[in-house]
Nanobody, 126 residues
Framework: VQLQASGGGLVQAGGSLRLSCAAP????????MGWFRQAPGKEREFVAG????????GYADSVKGRFSISRDNAKNTVYLQMNSLKPEDTAVYYC????????????????????WGQGTQVTVSS
């Protein structure tokens, strides 16, 4: 499954961005989706996750209250709305996907994801 992430860019601290990640065809509704990020010299870390139905979401403590993950299964797209951005949010953001059964909630660890997008750069200036 090929995932396509977009929406990154350069923004000032306090600003907002919305990332999108699209997946092809009829597979998207079977995927739990998530966003991870990787800053230079650091490990890829969990940012947010959402179950295939959208009924379960989870966030890293560092972004809770500022970021919001959502999905539109009709458009085969998952979104990450990022508000009140900080310089420490600067990283390459990756979307991930994993086919799950309906009862599974959001996924939080990198190893749980089977599919990855190419990454989109987010730079927050101070």
């Amino acid at each position: 499954v090929q995932l396509q992430a977009s929406g990154g860019g350069l923004v000032q601290a306090g600003g907002s961005l919305r990332l999108s990640c699209a997946a092809p065809g009829r597979t998207f509704s079977r995927l739990a989706m998530g966003w991870f990020r990787q800053a230079p010299g650091k490990e890829r870390e969990f940012v947010a996750g959402i179950s295939r139905s959208g009924g379960s979401t989870g966030y890293a403590d560092s972004v809770k209250g500022r970021f919001s993950i959502s999905r539109d299964n009709a458009k085969n797209t998952v979104y990450l709305q990022m508000n009140s951005l900080k310089p420490e949010d600067t990283a390459v953001y990756y979307c991930g996907g994993k086919s799950t059964i309906l009862s599974v909630g959001h996924l939080r660890t990198r190893d749980e994801y089977a599919y990855w997008g190419q990454g989109t750069q987010v730079t927050v200036s101070s």
